[in-house]
């Protein structure tokens, strides 16, 4: 059944998140109703990319931007299978299962993470994220509303749930990550490498050099960042040109 918290926010749903600022209360609002320390909304794109969409605080936007760059996690796996995924404590992830992420887990201020998969069938729309400070289970209610908060949203990303944009298409926002398309692309053309391969070589070049993918991807883009070809036993050097 679902709680009276939940209800509210379900409510403020149907009104039609269509501003940043409606987004932002509605993400607060979910995180509060599951008792977590923050929420994030993301839709996939292509491959194995999503786009960040609601995200409401920095510590959730933060888990979020480290699982886009290294590209596991329990989001990307959630994405990837359908299924729900999670991490209750992240200091104790098996450095099997998502290696790079548990290298970096000690320094984040989230500790555990819950990945609902938004999708009806095989058709997958995004991943519903809620974070917490502390290790531990969801309860059951809070697993049952953060279900069913995942099919609200699923619902009107496919145009089955009430009228209106269920995101902000017009936001600043919106699309962050698209940089990270465009510098694939441009990678896949310059290196003579597969979408993919191009891919992991932005994805290395971030994490091995401490800056976010976006961020990577930004300079790449601008051209102030040439990755060089090497060969595919090698990883690729990289040179920073003055602006």
């Known amino acids: ?7 509210q926010v379900l409510r403020l749903l ?27 909304v993301s839709l996939v794109t292509e491959g194995d990319l999503t786009e ?3 995200c409401s605080d920095a510590t959730t936007r933060h888990i979020e ?20 995924v999670w991490a209750l404590d992240l200091a104790r992830v098996p450095f099997a299962r998502w290696p790079a992420l548990a290298m970096e887990a000690p320094d984040l201020d989230a500790r555990a993470v819950f990945c609902f998969p938004m999708s009806i069938g095989a058709i997958s729309v995004g991943v519903l994220t809620a974070v917490r400070r502390t ?4 309860t059951a209610q809070q697993t049952d509303d953060a279900t069913i908060l995942a099919a609200a949203l699923t619902a009107r990303c496919l145009g089955s749930g009430p009228r209106g944009a269920p995101f902000p298409a017009d936001s600043p926002r919106s699309l962050r990550h698209g940089v990270v398309h465009q510098a694939t692309g441009m990678l896949s053309v ?11 070589r932005l994805r290395a070049h971030a994490y091995s050099s401490g800056r976010s993918i976006t961020d990577v991807a930004q300079h790449v883009v601008d051209r102030s960042l040439r990755l060089d070809p090497g060969d595919n036993s090698t990883p690729p050097t990289a040179v920073d040109k003055d602006d």
Do not use: H, K, N, Y
């Open 14 to 40: 149907q009104i039609g998140v269509g501003t940043d600022a409606l987004a932002d209360v509605v993400s607060a609002t979910g995180a509060q109703a599951l008792g977590m320390d923050g929420l994030a």
């Open 65 to 84: 931007d480290l699982q886009f760059t290294l590209g596991e996690g329990p989001g990307p796996d959630a994405a990837r299978t359908g299924a729900m």
């Open 1 to 7: 059944m679902i709680s009276d918290r939940m209800a």
């Open 52 to 54: 960040l969409m609601w």
């Open 135 to 138: 290790p531990g289970p969801m």
């Open 190 to 200: 310059q290196l003579s490498l597969p979408l993919p391969q191009a891919l992991l």
